[in-house]
């Protein structure tokens, strides 16, 4: 029988994750509409509501019952507002590893959102779903991203070479491929002594979805 994950509510000092509802969709497709977005991720563009909708009653709950992931909003808990969205793909229940990755929306940026959120959801793994490993894949030229994940503890293993595709935009006001490299990261329950210490001067930052083959 294939494990799922839960529907669940995570809590820190000022934001909250929970699944995303029918009410995010047109912050999410705002979101999603972020030139550093449209950059380092593979989420169409436009990114309309319709597509926000799609996602919210259908992707994400088909991901979650299947057992591959979970997406997560990311919320301010004084204010509610949507600053971003946290999500777990690939996932392998016999391994207990995942891969997570990240997004920040541009209104909320600077804050140190995204090592908040990424780090609650690592603990969480770690705790309460027994998970041993979480794995991410930032871009090269992510340098905001690689950020985050040095600032929760992750170990850089490597680099596959020429392996994603970030985009261009040209001064038409066009999108153009240009293949990178990704830098491999991972992230032990061990890793995680001392690293919320150092989410204070997170920065400015984007994270970046490494894949989505549903949206293609």
């Not at 009653?57 to 808990?77: I, Y």
């Not at 971003?84 to 690939?90: E, H, M, N, P, T």
């Not at 830098?183 to 984007?206: H, M």
Request: glycine residues 6%; proline residues 4%; contains cysteine.
């Amino acid at each position: 029988m294939t494990s799922t994950f839960p529907n669940i509510s995570i809590s820190t000092e000022r934001l909250v994750l929970r699944p995303l509802e029918e009410d995010d969709v047109s912050a999410l497709a705002e979101m999603m509409n972020d030139e550093q977005v449209a950059a380092w991720t593979d989420i169409p563009q436009p990114f309309t509501e319709d597509g926000a909708r799609a996602w919210i009653t259908e992707q994400a709950p088909a991901e979650r019952t299947a057992g591959r992931g979970l997406d997560l909003a990311v919320t301010e808990f004084i204010t509610q507002r949507l600053v971003g969205v946290i999500r777990l793909a690939k996932t392998d229940w016999y391994v207990r590893s995942t891969e997570m990755s990240y997004i920040v929306a541009p209104w909320a940026r600077g804050e140190g959102y995204a090592a908040e959120a990424a780090l609650a959801t690592a603990q969480w793994l770690f705790r309460d779903q027994k998970f041993e490993r979480i794995e991410l894949r930032t871009a090269a030229g992510n340098t905001a991203s690689q950020r985050v994940a040095q600032k929760i503890g992750c170990i850089s293993e490597g680099v596959l070479r020429s392996a994603c595709i970030a985009h261009v935009r040209a001064e038409d006001g066009t999108w153009t491929d240009t293949r990178t490299d990704y830098i491999v990261w991972s992230l032990l329950p061990e890793d995680l002594e001392g690293a919320g210490e150092q989410l204070a001067d997170t920065g400015d930052f984007t994270g970046t979805f490494t894949s989505f083959p549903h949206w293609n």
